[in-house]
């Protein structure tokens, strides 16, 4: 109990790999985290990867961690997950097509 007299609960929470895109030598991956407090509380997160480096050497898994590009709440669980398409060598276009708030974004 705290010191309000309530019980506290543990917040449970559980993610979900929803999209992975690769597109020549970089993987995309769209996680999806839903959390139970007191009430609903959803994100999306859109991770990068450079997929070059992939088993190359002995320490390449340890080395070439995936990078976080930006975590948003998309505000209703009903919206599909982001696409990802490669408009050229030197651009990469990431549509989402409902965002309630942005939360990390690098």
Do not use: H
């Amino acid at each position: 109990m705290n010191c309000f007299g309530y019980s506290v609960t543990q917040i449970t929470c559980s993610t979900e790999r929803v999209k992975e895109d690769n597109l020549s030598n970089l993987r995309f991956e769209v996680e999806d985290t839903s959390c139970d407090v007191l009430a609903k509380d959803e994100t999306i997160s859109i991770y990068a990867k450079d997929t070059t480096l992939d088993g190359r050497w002995f320490f390449s898994k340890w080395r070439n961690k995936r990078t976080l590009l930006f975590t948003y709440d998309p505000g209703r669980p009903d919206v599909p997950p982001p696409s990802i398409s490669r408009r050229s060598q030197s651009t990469i276009l990431i549509s989402i097509p409902a965002v309630s708030q942005v939360i990390y974004e690098t």
